[in-house]
């Protein structure tokens, strides 16, 4: 089964820095990858995803990922945080069941990303 | 608008009382999503339905009960054998078109909590 390691479960940065939030899988064949964001008591929405080409995905609000097969990472940036940028980030990887044909996402334990002023 | 709508937004359980929440969608997704949501513990799927009146379960699926009687409709019933049943619960849906790359997306939630 595939699986999502999201390192640091909470990330603190100053409003206006570098945002880097970690994120590994493990699978055997090629992954679809997907980063959420979650707001307090709301559901999740999709930031970005990665399925083939381009390695570097560019999603909503200035964010973006980088997939590198060598390391099996999707680490998610952003240039400049924003207040508005606090909020949980799910990291995600597909999946099919054994002997199904199913579309399933498994999702990493979450980030929770503080900006302060 | 197109969306997922889940009722309600809280919903308090009795001691062996079945309660059940409502997810309904209007994006004409043949694919519905139910999962839990606990602190620290990201998001685990529960039951998924590909199609109306067919359903499998997920990770998670012991104490819960679902049904898919309408394309729009994927209610969970929360049972008594849901021994700890407090949590977020957040409904999904995605088109379904037999690829890998299809996005899910997620209603506002519904939070359970036990009485």
């Known amino acids: 089964a595939q699986s999502v390691t999201q390192l640091g479960s909470h990330v603190s940065v100053s409003e206006g820095a570098l945002v880097l939030l970690r994120c590994n899988y493990s699978s055997s064949v090629p992954p679809y990858l997907f980063w959420y964001v979650q707001y307090p008591n709301q559901g999740l929405q999709l930031l970005l995803k990665?399925?083939?080409?381009?390695?570097l995905v560019k999603g909503i609000n200035g964010f973006e990922a980088e997939f590198k097969k060598s390391e099996t990472s999707f680490h998610l940036t952003k240039p400049s945080a924003h207040m508005s940028d606090a909020a949980e980030y799910f990291c995600?990887?597909?999946?099919?069941?054994?002997?199904?044909?199913?579309?399933?996402?498994?999702f990493g334990k979450g980030t929770l990303l503080t900006v302060n002023p | 608008d197109g969306g997922i709508t889940q009722s309600p937004k809280y919903l308090f359980r009795k001691e062996g009382q079945n309660v059940t929440l409502s997810c309904e969608q209007n994006l004409n997704h043949d694919a519905m999503y139910w999962y839990r949501q606990d602190p620290g513990q990201g998001l685990r799927l529960i039951y998924y339905?590909?199609?109306?009146?067919?359903?499998q379960k997920g990770d998670i699926a012991e104490g819960y009960s679902v049904s898919r009687e309408k394309k729009e409709s994927f209610p969970l019933t929360v049972t008594s054998a849901q021994k700890n049943p407090t949590a977020f619960y957040l409904c999904?849906?995605?088109?379904?078109?037999?690829?890998?790359?299809?996005?899910?997306?997620f209603g506002p939630g519904t939070r359970l909590l036990v009485l």
């Open positions: 339905s590909q199609i109306v009146n067919d359903f």
């Open positions: 995600a990887v597909s999946e099919t069941p054994r002997g199904g044909s199913n579309y399933k996402l498994t």
């Open positions: 990665y399925t083939t080409g381009a390695t």
């Open positions: 999904a849906s995605s088109i379904q078109s037999g690829t890998f790359q299809e996005t899910q997306y």
